[in-house]
């Protein structure tokens, strides 16, 4: 049950309230399935802990009613209801009646946070506006629903006129509405106004619990956010990876070290699942986050100037208390023309490789002539440079000496491989659902003969020239899982297949070193 609010009483929590199942699936070309659904409430409320997930708007398809049905049913299971979250329209008993139907009990109701929506959109008075407000909330209460409600385009609304936006408040207020959600729809708030109209509709109802919903057209979902919560919000709406109309929504993995770290407030959800989370939604929607996406990002803990890595050898002089580890994360340090001796050291020593002073210096000045050709390298394919360069390198026990790949319009591609493995030489075919796909499965027939495990590939990369040249440099980054050790390799060729068998040729004989010495 959620008791009455008062600001000024406010807990020391803020509220995260998550709506990538509803919100997030308004990005471009992103459909969750039911299955994808359900395994991310589940993830989300007993994982990542957040206080509320959305999952759906009301009377949308018949997939989203078995969506809402399978979440609906497993969280009734689990004690959890009332954290599962509906939009629902301002249609009397349409959307309660469709949510109530599929065993929900919180709904969201959209209502225009702004005169000109109310106008110009519905065609309406704000009185008649307020009258189906009032019914509809009086008809879901009478169900037995908590009711919430969105003040849609609540950013114009304030700056525009700021009564119509008080007496909605004052409908919503005197109608039993739990949460007022304010709701920056198109992103046009800055923190500075953020700071100035929050606090005069939360002081003008000291009772009512409020929300900040965050839209990043400008950047500043975050900063809006954080502003809002300064303000005096009760808690903010997020999406994983930001997910969202247009430029998207507040991040989650983003918003929560904010939280915890810029105001005098915590948040409940686990710093620690952040990163499997953002990657089960890229995952399911098929949308790759940038590289320097905050916390999560493949490269956001990575030093990439050799003063940065010297400086972090010398007694952490640039880290910051946003380190990887508080999101189980590692600091890497990448490999090119910026790259200093520490650089190389630090590498090195996760390699467990240790060199000579000239053999170092050797190892550093290969590196940087590659950064120069714009070749990149991955701490791996520092075995490669040292066994090339130095005596202190590793044996090469894995090599491809052939392969063909044959594919056509009408049948599987089939692959046909030699290879010498630990001295001997071996051959297999297999058939795949792509060139590589049958290449590696014809490496996991040997590998199964000589009962030896195959890591898992766990990310595949390809990266080519900006400007369409069909006989461009291909360069294909894999990353694979042996254990609890991730290899990541690249291969470089002006074929894809071939560029991403050099980088699987490489993987395997650091998988094989790594065995020896594991």
């Known amino acids: 049950m959620i008791l009455p609010f008062n600001s000024s009483t406010a807990s020391s929590f803020v509220e995260i309230m998550d709506t990538t199942l509803r919100d997030g699936e308004q990005t471009e070309e992103v459909s969750f399935s039911s299955s994808e659904k359900l395994a991310l409430a589940k993830k989300l409320l007993l994982e990542v802990k957040v206080d509320r997930i959305e999952i759906a708007s009301a009377r949308v398809s018949k997939g989203e009613e078995e ?74 209460r009478s169900k037995g629903f908590i009711v919430n409600a969105y003040l849609e385009d609540f950013s114009n609304g304030i700056k525009e006129d700021e009564k119509y936006v008080f007496d909605l408040a004052e409908i919503l207020f005197s109608n039993g509405v739990k949460r007022a959600m304010l709701a920056d729809t198109l992103g046009v708030l800055s923190p500075e106004e953020t700071l100035k109209f929050v606090p005069k509709i939360i002081s003008a109802f000291p009772n009512m619990r409020f929300d900040f919903h965050g839209h990043n057209d400008y950047g500043l979902a975050v900063a809006n956010s954080l502003a809002a919560i300064k303000a005096g919000c009760a808690g903010v709406h997020v999406t994983v990876n930001g997910l969202g109309e247009r430029a998207g929504n507040t991040p989650l993995e983003a918003i929560v070290p904010v939280i915890n770290d810029f105001t005098e407030k915590k948040c ?68 090119g023309k910026l790259s ?130 069909t006989d461009a440099l291909v360069e294909t980054k894999t990353v694979w899982k042996r254990g609890n050790r991730k290899i990541e390799t690249i291969g470089v060729s002006t074929d894809q297949v071939e560029a991403a068998i050099k980088a699987t040729e490489k993987m395997i004989n650091v998988a094989l070193m790594i065995g020896e010495r594991d």
């Open 340 to 469: 200093g001796k520490a650089s190389i050291e630090i590498s090195l020593k996760q390699l467990g490789i240790t060199l000579s002073k000239d053999d170092l210096a050797k190892v550093l000045q290969k590196v940087i002539e590659l950064g120069d050709k714009k070749q990149f390298v991955s701490k791996e394919d520092l075995f490669f440079i040292v066994n090339e360069l130095s005596a202190n390198g590793f044996v090469q026990k894995f090599k491809v000496l052939d392969y063909k790949i044959a594919s056509s319009a009408h049948k599987k591609p089939r692959a046909s491989v030699k290879i010498l493995l630990n001295g001997k030489n071996y051959s297999a075919v297999a058939l795949g659902d792509g060139g590589y796909n049958a290449f590696i499965n014809a490496l996991k027939k040997i590998f199964a003969k000589k009962k030896l495990s195959f890591p898992q590939l766990i990310d595949y990369e390809v990266r080519i020239p900006v400007g369409g040249r």
């Open 268 to 335: 409940r959800a686990d710093e620690k699942k952040l990163v499997a989370i953002s990657h089960l939604v890229e995952l399911f929607s098929k949308r790759r986050i940038e590289k320097n996406h905050p916390i999560v990002g493949q490269v956001v803990f990575t030093q990439t100037a050799g003063i940065h890595a010297d400086g972090d050898k010398k007694g952490g002089l640039y880290k910051s208390k946003l380190s990887a580890d508080r999101f189980t994360r590692t600091t890497k340090y990448a490999l």
């Open 67 to 140: 969506s809402c049905k399978e979440i609906f049913v497993w969280a009734k299971e689990a004690g959890l209801l009332d954290k599962v979250e509906v939009l629902g329209f301002v249609d009397y008993n349409k959307s309660v009646d469709w949510v109530s139907s599929l065993g929900g009990k919180v709904i969201n109701l959209l209502c225009k946070g702004s005169k000109n929506h109310c106008l110009n959109q519905l065609h309406k008075t704000p009185q008649e506006h307020f009258f189906d407000i009032k019914k509809t909330a009086e008809y879901a």
